[in-house]
């Protein structure tokens, strides 16, 4: 699964229609949020650091909600913009999740255990379980 990475306000306009998962590498304002959601219908998921999902707005989050969109807390560790505009979820978590599931454990439990060995927030684990049904 590829993380489209948005470091600033004017890479919005280059955003492709079928985008699925964003990191908001800057603090969005409320209409950055919803050009994105504009710009990319398809989006699942917007992710962003912590410290700039605590200055999202309610009304920004209830609107996220209402559109089927999760807001995911996180960061893209080590990721390097100017080699590449995607970060990748290693297929190796995608592994684990099925040998974890093969093994009969609860989503939680799979959470709980990933955040401990995988360099990923457990929101983004959340939202991966999540969809990988």
């Not at 920004?60 to 996180?74: C, D």
């Not at 978590?93 to 439990?109: A, T």
């Amino acid at each position: 699964m590829k993380i489209r990475v948005v470091s600033s306000k004017q890479e919005i306009d280059t955003l492709g229609q079928n985008e699925q998962i964003i990191h908001i590498a800057f603090r969005p304002s409320n209409t950055d949020i919803f050009s994105l959601v504009s710009k990319c219908p398809k989006v699942k998921a917007l992710q962003v650091p912590p410290s700039y999902k605590k200055t999202i707005s309610k009304s920004t989050k209830m609107f996220l909600n209402m559109q089927g969109i999760a807001l995911v807390e996180g960061d893209v560790w080590g990721h390097r913009r100017d080699i590449n505009e995607y970060s990748e979820i290693s297929p190796a978590v995608y592994e684990l999740i099925e040998q974890y599931r093969g093994e009969g454990l609860s989503d939680e439990e799979i959470e709980a255990r990933m955040v401990q060995q995988v360099n990923m927030g457990p929101d983004l684990i959340r939202f991966i379980l999540k969809n990988r049904k």
